[in-house]
């Protein structure tokens, strides 16, 4: 079965600062991955998404994250996090056929002046 | 039209009470997902409907029942809950073939549940 593991509950940042949030998911085959963003009360916007090809992709705000199959990660980062920033960033993986889609525990993102 | 809506956006019901949610999409998507999400905690799978047909149910309990009449449209039936039901009700909706059936789901804003 597959499962994703987001090691950070909770981070903080000051805003300019540069952003890494950690993911770590577990499929036999070659996974299909995203990050989502949550901000309260609100729905799940995508943010970026794999699926083969180049393992540096790019997604909307200025974020990035880079597909390492050695290490089973799917590491989320910005160079300059601004305030609107400040959410609930989920990883997500899916199964061949992309017909589940599942999610790790979350990571909690403060931004602080 | 590149949006999943969601209505209610709110919703409290008694334990007695029958209601329904409802998921609309424009985009020509085939398959249609309902999750639940918990307080701080991830989305959770509920049920997959592709080219409207039921493909997964994640051992749902009967009280919820969902309905995908066309295409545009999932409901969700909601009959006898509890309290412990109450959450944010996520539908999401993807293609389901060619090229496209690589992109990502696409959510809605959600239902918030409250069950009193």
């Known amino acids: 079965a597959q499962s994703v593991t987001q090691p950070d509950i909770h981070i903080t940042v000051s805003e300019g600062a540069s952003l890494e949030l950690r993911c770590n998911y577990s499929?036999?085959?070659?996974?299909?991955l995203f990050w989502y963003v949550q901000s309260p009360g609100q729905g799940l916007q995508l943010l970026l998404k794999y699926f083969s090809g180049d393992t540096l992709v790019q997604g909307i705000k200025g974020f990035e994250a880079e597909f390492k199959r050695s290490q089973s990660s799917f590491n989320l980062r910005k160079p300059s996090v601004h305030w609107s920033d400040a959410a609930e960033y989920f990883c997500?993986?899916?199964?061949?056929?992309?017909?589940?889609?599942?999610f790790g525990t979350g990571t909690r993102l403060t931004i602080i002046p | 039209d590149t949006e999943v809506t969601q209505t209610p956006k709110h919703l409290v019901m008694g334990m007695t009470n029958k209601k329904s949610l409802k998921c609309e999409q424009h985009?020509?998507?085939?398959?249609m997902y309902w999750y639940k999400q918990k307080a701080k905690k991830p989305p959770e799978l509920m049920f997959v409907y592709s080219y409207e047909k039921l493909s997964i149910n994640e051992s749902v309990p009967s009280r919820f029942s969902p309905e995908c009449p066309n295409s545009s449209l999932l409901n969700l039936h909601l009959h006898a809950l509890q309290p412990e039901d109450s959450a944010l009700y996520l539908c999401?909706?993807?293609?389901?073939?060619?090229?496209?059936?690589?992109?990502?789901?696409?959510f809605g804003s959600g239902t918030r549940l409250t069950v009193v």
């Open positions: 499929y036999g085959a070659t996974p299909y």
């Open positions: 999401a909706s993807r293609p389901r073939q060619g090229i496209t059936a690589n992109y990502g789901y696409t």
């Open positions: 997500a993986v899916s199964n061949f056929g992309n017909e589940k889609l599942t």
């Open positions: 985009m020509g998507h085939r398959a």
